[in-house]
């Protein structure tokens, strides 16, 4: 095993193309190729499984990537510290409901971390893809919530793809509405207040099932119902038509502005919101900064 042979999986990995990895790498497909076929005999496993689809990580190779990617991050401090040598591009990569203190946990991430060479995602994505992405190692954390009606189902697909759930806080529902909102006089909301506006909620792609919703409720049938892909379209929306959206109540004023406020629901619910992390692998130094930075926002 060798610290380029491991970087070269993790390239393929991220890039999910042997060609496309080969490209960002500088070398020959073959010679990448047979990289990979060498790890895999030593090994005694399968890293990738090939079909007329592509290439997808399998379960085992899974967990080596987890070890391949600290041992890369180790090596690049080593590197740093001891050799004077300017860092590798360091890669991060979180995927969340559509939060507004996860992007702000994000931005202070970035504005700590001192390396000179960077590459962070940021995912406000849909609640099977943060699942999907943090079991095969696309992202090194997943931020998402449960409930009484969602909770059995998402934790035996946790379960299912080796993933352990760890809750940061419990927030009672909200609603987001528009600061000119026709209700935003009022202290608290019911549904019966909300049934005349329309109804805004996340797109779940093919995993359109309720117990996937990033909002609880969702089986309430509503006559209005709009919806969207991205938090800035749902903002506007808010704004623009006095929709609403059922959330957790937490929102940024820096990030988002002013003109978005939360008002408590009047429902027996509760929003259990926390992280998700492969239970094979260690996080890396990165994401437990992340982390740590979130449960200070959080306490703040």
Do not use: W
Request: aromatic share 10%; charged share 20%.
């Amino acid at each position: 095993m060798t610290l380029k042979q491991l970087l070269y999986a993790v390239t393929i990995a991220e890039t999910g193309n042997i060609t496309e990895a080969a490209k960002k790498l500088f070398i020959a497909q073959p010679s990448l190729t047979a990289a990979i076929q060498s790890l895999e005999q030593e090994y005694g496993i399968t890293i990738f499984s090939r079909s007329n689809k592509g290439i997808e990580v399998t379960p085992a190779g899974d967990e080596l990537l987890g070890y391949a990617r600290q041992v890369l991050e180790q090596a690049d401090l080593m590197h740093e510290r001891y050799l004077g040598q300017s860092p590798l591009k360091q890669h991060f990569c979180v995927s969340s409901q559509h939060y507004s203190f996860a992007v702000e946990a994000f931005v202070e991430l970035i504005r700590r971390y001192d390396g000179s060479k960077y590459e962070f995602h940021m995912r406000e994505t849909q609640t099977y893809d943060i699942i999907d992405d943090v079991a095969h190692r696309r992202s090194e954390t997943g931020l998402l919530y449960l409930n009484t009606f969602n909770r059995s189902i998402l934790l035996k697909t946790l379960k299912e793809n080796n993933l352990a759930f760890t809750p940061l806080f419990t927030a009672k529902p909200h609603v987001f509405i528009s600061k000119h909102s026709p209700l935003a006089h009022k202290a608290q909301l019911t549904l019966a207040d909300l049934a005349p506006y329309p109804r805004l909620s996340y797109e779940q792609g093919s995993h359109n099932s309720f117990y996937f919703s990033e909002e609880i409720l969702s089986t309430e049938t509503v006559d209005k119902e709009i919806v969207v892909c991205d938090r800035a379209t749902l903002f506007n929306m808010v704004i623009g038509l006095n929709g609403y959206t059922i959330c957790s109540g937490v929102i940024s004023e820096e990030l988002n502005g002013s003109n978005i406020i939360a008002r408590p629901l009047a429902v027996d619910d509760y929003m259990e919101i926390g992280y998700i992390l492969p239970k094979s692998t260690r996080p890396s130094r990165l994401t437990q900064t992340y982390l740590t930075i979130l449960k200070d926002l959080i306490e703040t």
